[in-house]
């Protein structure tokens, strides 16, 4: 059984800058795949971007060249640099290890303000 835990979200000004962090237990994280995710009001959550094992990436376009993720397997911990943030980008962000069924954290709330 895997167990992550987020944190990070807050309330940011458009235009600025937030940090999450996916802490991982339970399992090897070094070989596992990460991801994170997001989910609007009212609206289906979404891909984010991933990060495999060796360290290649994948963004939405939508987020791409805004936001960064990368992990540290000293810390069994993932993470999402998010840059130039926009209102849009509000919503509830997931982490998700993509071992067996997959598994997700609780979520962590991230507010952009116009």
């Known amino acids: 059984q895997v167990q992550l835990v987020e944190s990070g979200g807050g309330l940011v000004q458009a235009g600025g800058s937030l940090r999450l962090s996916c802490a991982a237990s339970g399992a090897d994280f070094s070989t596992m795949g990460m991801g994170w995710y997001r989910q609007a009001p009212g609206q289906q959550r979404e891909f984010v971007a991933t990060i495999n094992s060796r360290a290649f990436t994948n963004y939405a376009d939508s987020v791409k060249s805004r936001f960064t993720i990368s992990r540290d397997n000293t810390k069994n911990t993932v993470y999402l640099q998010m840059n130039s943030l926009k209102p849009e980008d509000t919503a509830v962000y997931y982490c998700?290890?993509?071992?067996?069924?997959?598994?997700w954290g609780q979520g962590t709330q991230v507010t952009v303000s116009s």
């Open positions: 998700r290890a993509c071992l067996g069924p997959g598994y």
